[in-house]
Each structure stands twice: as structure tokens, then as C-alpha cells.
């Protein structure tokens, strides 16, 4: 198995640039701009990583970065990659890219009075939030129009916006387009260890490590709910989330999937987080030696399992995750999500996900991308009027976005019978 290293300096390099997003910039950081009138970007400096290099041929990157320029102002700009061409947002444009004042979280996390009336502010915010995004939308434009295989998106995102980017509104003439209904989009996070953390890695190869599922279900979710993976497939499942644990640990064990159903808490510092109860500073202590050794699927489906937490007291801006924990043990793709997410649907969409891999694989991307666009065509025209059922059409849509991938774009997910 090779890994696809799609970062790093190029051959002729000589001056490598700092590839971390999490590194904030100053304002006054020279970086390249596309001059007017080029497609898709300008071709990639001498003094910049070739992102792109390695990629699909139908895949692009955005890069999001924070820039500390005004204390207390948090601000991001853009980057994208594609075939060996970068393109940069400018000065003018990133006066826009502040921290949205309103976040998907607090609609999601509303009380059951207000949850319908909460999603809908939402979901007209993001659409507002999205017309103002001109310069990427342009950028996505060129590539849908110029390029007509493009598809496919890579979005490296370690900052504390909290923006969904899979919710961003695209125009393409009289069609509107939500990005992570229309397109494949993939997700990816700083690997905090010392050969990956500057680098986007993964492996591309099918993903067949044999049909054994570790797993724990959360009791109480799967009494409230009634659906667990084992009337689907054979699983070997652990009373508990520190079993589990205690055997990833194991260097012999072999799994082809991980999969871990319960309570996710999403909290501001490394002890407040948790996984099953689990504080996200206790997983620092594990080794999870049977991931190396399998190369397994990890299915976080637990609220928050890839939300980002910054922690003040670590001094960094650094994105820390559950998900980013298991993909540095050598997980070889997880599948995790942004925030809160209902019970009964999560259940669900795991089922549908073990099915599809046991009768001859599955690319995660797309099968998300399907679930996004499935949850889309119950949306309303418009939102002068709704009622109760559009209401809900527009808070499930905005539920399917939160589950993300974190992977290689081409990797098949291949659940063989158990040995």
C-alpha cells in the first residue's frame, strides 16, 4: 500500500513555505494572486507547494486559513488548487471572509420549542452569507465551466469559523447549487504528528481489510431509536467504549470497521470534549495499535466527533479532534461528524453505509453527497410560507450536512465477510 502525499515542497523548490492552516498569517504576507482574466489560477510558484500534484485530475482543494492581522477580528482567506495552478483570494475580497456571527450549532442545539424556527433562520442566513462569497464562487464557477469533469472537492479546513461548507450556495445561471449536494466534497484535518502535520495524506487504494466490525452501541441511543448495525451484519461488539479501546490496542487485532455509536459533547477545551464520556485529552494516551495493523474505516457516529476544539491553555491554535486522533493512529479514512446530529437518522444512515460496503464497496464521498441531495429535494421553493413539514425538510437538510469525510477522494470502501 503507497500513501499519496498530496502536499509538501516541490522538486525545484528551494524556499518551502509553512503548509499548516492552523499557522496564522499576517496581513502583509506576500502569497500569490491570479492575474485578471486567467480561468482557473496562475501556475504555481516556485515558493509554493504544489497542493494539487498528486490529485485526481477531477479534483480541486480549498485551502482555508486563518489571518491574525486585528486583535479580537478573526479572519480567513481562501486558497485553491487545481492541476498545478493556484488561485488566492485578494485583499478586497477577504474584507468579507470575517467569523460568521451566527453558526449552524446554535440552530441545531435550539430547544424543541424554537428548534424548527432556529433552522429556518439558518438556512435563510447561509444562503445570504453564500451570495457575498464572490470570489470563490467565481473560482468554482471557472472550474465547473471550464474544466467539465470537475466534480469533486477537497476543503482542508483548521480554523474556528465553524462554517459549513457543504451548505454554501452556488449560482450557475438560473441553477442554484448547494456545494455538498451537487458535488463530492471531502474533508480534511492537520494530522498532529510529526510527518503528516504539514501535509495532506492519504491512502488511495480500495480500503479491504477483511469484514470484521468492532463496535459499540450506546445502550440508551440504540433502546430509544431500535436500530443497531448487528441486524445487518455480524459485529463484535463491546459493552462498553473503553473495552473497544482497550482492544485497538491490540497490535494483532484486525478490523475492517470501526464503529462507535454514542453521545458526543462538544466543549471549548480538551477535558469538556467527549466521545461516550470520554474526555478527548484521555485518547491522547492511547496508542490504537490495531488500526495501523488494519487500516481500518472508523465511523465516529457520535454528535461533535469532528467538531474543532481549540484549546487556549495548549498556547496554539492547533484543530484537535476526535477524528483527528484516530486518523494519526493510521486509520485509513473516518467518517465523523460536525455537530449535533438526531438519533434515529444517524442509525440509519450507518446501516445503509454497512450494506452497500458488504455487497461490493462504497466511496464515502459520494454516498454522502447522495444523502445531502436526497435531504435537498425536499426543500421548499422559497420560505415566504412554510409549513410544519417544511420546516422539518429544512432542518434535515441542514442534519445531512454534518456528516463529513476525512480521506482520500478515490478510496473504495470494501466490507468483506468476517474471517
Given at each position: 500500500?503507497?500513501?499519496?502525499?498530496?502536499?509538501?515542497?516541490?522538486?525545484?523548490?528551494?524556499?518551502?513555505?509553512p503548509l499548516a492552516p492552523v499557522a496564522a498569517e499576517r496581513a502583509a504576507e506576500a502569497r500569490p494572486a491570479?492575474?485578471?482574466?486567467?480561468?482557473?489560477?496562475?501556475?504555481?510558484?516556485?515558493?509554493?507547494?504544489?497542493?494539487?500534484?498528486?490529485?485526481?485530475?477531477?479534483?480541486?482543494?480549498?485551502?482555508?486559513?486563518?489571518?491574525?492581522?486585528?486583535?479580537?477580528?478573526?479572519?480567513?482567506?481562501?486558497?485553491?488548487?487545481?492541476?498545478?495552478?493556484?488561485?488566492?483570494?485578494?485583499?478586497?475580497?477577504?474584507?468579507?471572509?470575517?467569523?460568521?456571527?451566527?453558526?449552524?450549532?446554535?440552530?441545531?442545539?435550539?430547544?424543541?420549542?424554537?428548534?424548527?424556527?432556529?433552522?429556518?433562520?439558518?438556512?435563510?442566513?447561509?444562503?445570504?452569507?453564500?451570495?457575498?462569497?464572490?470570489?470563490?464562487?467565481?473560482?468554482?464557477?471557472?472550474?465547473?465551466?471550464?474544466?467539465?469533469?470537475?466534480?469533486?472537492?477537497?476543503?482542508?479546513?483548521?480554523?474556528?469559523?465553524?462554517?459549513?461548507?457543504?451548505?454554501?450556495?452556488?449560482?450557475?445561471?438560473?441553477?442554484?447549487?448547494?456545494?455538498?449536494?451537487?458535488?463530492?466534497?471531502?474533508?480534511?484535518?492537520?494530522?498532529?504528528?510529526?510527518?503528516?502535520?504539514?501535509?495532506?495524506?492519504?491512502?488511495?487504494?480500495?480500503?479491504?481489510?477483511?469484514?470484521?466490525?468492532?463496535?459499540?452501541?450506546?445502550?440508551?441511543?440504540?433502546?430509544?431509536?431500535?436500530?443497531?448495525?448487528?441486524?445487518?451484519?455480524?459485529?463484535?461488539?463491546?459493552?462498553?467504549?473503553?473495552?473497544?479501546?482497550?482492544?485497538?490496542?491490540?497490535?494483532?487485532?484486525?478490523?475492517?470497521?470501526?464503529?462507535?455509536?454514542?453521545?458526543?459533547?462538544?466543549?471549548?477545551?480538551?477535558?469538556?470534549?467527549?466521545?461516550?464520556?470520554?474526555?478527548?485529552?484521555?485518547?491522547?494516551?492511547?496508542?490504537?495499535?490495531?488500526?495501523?495493523?488494519?487500516?481500518?474505516?472508523?465511523?465516529?457516529?457520535?454528535?461533535?466527533?469532528?467538531?474543532?476544539?481549540?484549546?487556549?491553555?495548549?498556547?496554539?491554535?492547533?484543530?484537535?479532534?476526535?477524528?483527528?486522533?484516530?486518523?494519526?493512529?493510521?486509520?485509513?479514512?473516518?467518517?465523523?461528524?460536525?455537530?449535533?446530529?438526531?438519533?434515529?437518522?444517524?442509525?440509519?444512515?450507518?446501516?445503509?453505509?454497512?450494506?452497500?460496503?458488504?455487497?461490493?464497496?462504497?466511496?464515502?464521498?459520494?454516498?454522502?453527497?447522495?444523502?445531502?441531495?436526497?435531504?435537498?429535494?425536499?426543500?421548499?421553493?422559497?420560505?415566504?410560507?412554510?409549513d410544519p413539514e417544511q420546516r422539518e425538510a429544512i432542518r434535515d437538510f441542514l442534519y445531512a450536512s454534518r456528516?463529513?469525510?476525512?480521506?482520500?477522494?478515490?478510496?473504495?470502501?470494501?466490507?468483506?465477510?468476517?474471517?
Amino acid at each position: 500500500m503507497t500513501t499519496n502525499r498530496v502536499a509538501g515542497a516541490l522538486k525545484a523548490m528551494t524556499a518551502p513555505a509553512p503548509l499548516a492552516p492552523v499557522a496564522a498569517e499576517r496581513a502583509a504576507e506576500a502569497r500569490p494572486a491570479a492575474p485578471p482574466g486567467d480561468e482557473i489560477g496562475i501556475a504555481v510558484p516556485a515558493a509554493v507547494p504544489d497542493l494539487s500534484e498528486r490529485l485526481p485530475e477531477d479534483v480541486a482543494l480549498l485551502k482555508v486559513i486563518a489571518v491574525d492581522d486585528v486583535p479580537g477580528r478573526y479572519r480567513f482567506r481562501l486558497e485553491g488548487y487545481f492541476r498545478g495552478r493556484v488561485w488566492s483570494t485578494d485583499e478586497s475580497d477577504e474584507s468579507a471572509h470575517l467569523r460568521p456571527g451566527l453558526t449552524i450549532d446554535d440552530a441545531l442545539e435550539a430547544g424543541d420549542d424554537t428548534a424548527l424556527d432556529a433552522a429556518v433562520d439558518y438556512y435563510e442566513f447561509i444562503m445570504a452569507w453564500s451570495s457575498t462569497k464572490h470570489a470563490l464562487r467565481e473560482w468554482l464557477t471557472r472550474l465547473h465551466r471550464t474544466v467539465g469533469t470537475f466534480h469533486r472537492l477537497i476543503i482542508w479546513d483548521d480554523t474556528d469559523t465553524g462554517i459549513p461548507w457543504e451548505l454554501l450556495r452556488l449560482t450557475f445561471g438560473d441553477e442554484h447549487l448547494w456545494l455538498g449536494a451537487d458535488f463530492e466534497v471531502t474533508r480534511w484535518t492537520t494530522i498532529h504528528d510529526t510527518g503528516r502535520h504539514h501535509q495532506f495524506s492519504a491512502m488511495d487504494e480500495q480500503v479491504r481489510s477483511g469484514g470484521e466490525i468492532l463496535c459499540y452501541e450506546d445502550r440508551d441511543l440504540v433502546s430509544r431509536a431500535g436500530l443497531s448495525i448487528s441486524s445487518v451484519a455480524a459485529c463484535s461488539s463491546r459493552e462498553t467504549l473503553v473495552a473497544l479501546l482497550r482492544d485497538l490496542d491490540l497490535e494483532e487485532q484486525r478490523y475492517g470497521l470501526v464503529y462507535v455509536r454514542a453521545h458526543g459533547e462538544y466543549g471549548a477545551d480538551l477535558r469538556s470534549a467527549k466521545l461516550g464520556g470520554i474526555p478527548l485529552s484521555r485518547f491522547e494516551t492511547l496508542r490504537l495499535r490495531a488500526m495501523r495493523a488494519s487500516g481500518s474505516v472508523v465511523m465516529l457516529n457520535a454528535c461533535n466527533s469532528a467538531r474543532p476544539v481549540f484549546d487556549p491553555a495548549m498556547g496554539d491554535r492547533a484543530n484537535r479532534n476526535f477524528a483527528e486522533v484516530f486518523l494519526r493512529r493510521h486509520a485509513r479514512a473516518v467518517l465523523a461528524t460536525m455537530g449535533e446530529v438526531p438519533t434515529g437518522s444517524s442509525a440509519a444512515l450507518a446501516r445503509r453505509l454497512i450494506v452497500l460496503a458488504r455487497s461490493g464497496g462504497v466511496r464515502i464521498p459520494e454516498f454522502l453527497r447522495q444523502h445531502r441531495a436526497g435531504s435537498a429535494r425536499g426543500l421548499p421553493a422559497d420560505t415566504l410560507t412554510l409549513d410544519p413539514e417544511q420546516r422539518e425538510a429544512i432542518r434535515d437538510f441542514l442534519y445531512a450536512s454534518r456528516y463529513v469525510y476525512f480521506g482520500h477522494p478515490d478510496a473504495v470502501f470494501v466490507l468483506g465477510e468476517p474471517s
